[in-house]
């Protein structure tokens, strides 16, 4: 049993940046692939970033990359997402989520129903 929590969530103007982080609690965190996913109203929850369980490999939507870094932290059961370049589209409910595997490319292709856990969400809101 994996509990997620997420933080760092809140209003920023378009251009700017916000960090969230993800504190993972239980057993054999680093057993995990780590995701993190986005949801707005009336719309399917979307995948955002992901990383393998050992952080060797890293994977991002086609609309956040280059400006997105997601990373890890094994020892300290934390899982981060760094988003700079902020956009109005951006907007929505972040999720973490985990995924128990050890495989070397975890979110090749990234669907919400592949993940076992999943943390209750924190809100970014991008004014334009």
């Known amino acids: 049993q994996v509990q997620l929590v997420e933080s760092g969530g809140g209003l920023v103007q378009a251009g700017g940046s916000l960090r969230l982080s993800c504190a993972a609690s239980g057993r054999a965190f680093s057993s995990y692939a780590m995701g993190w996913f986005r949801q707005v109203p009336g719309k399917e929850r979307e995948f955002v970033a992901g990383i393998s369980w050992s952080g060797g490999t890293t994977d991002y939507s086609d609309s956040v990359k280059g400006r997105f870094t997601i990373s890890r932290d094994n020892f300290r059961n934390m899982v981060d997402l760094q988003m700079n370049s902020l956009k109005p589209e951006d907007t929505a409910v972040y999720y973490c989520?985990?995924?128990?595997?050890?495989?070397?490319?975890?979110?090749?292709?990234?669907?919400?129903?592949?993940?076992?856990?999943w943390g209750k969400g924190t809100l970014v809101t991008v004014s334009s």
């Open positions: 989520a985990a995924r128990r595997t050890y495989s070397t490319r975890p979110f090749s292709t990234p669907a919400p129903k592949d993940m076992d856990y």
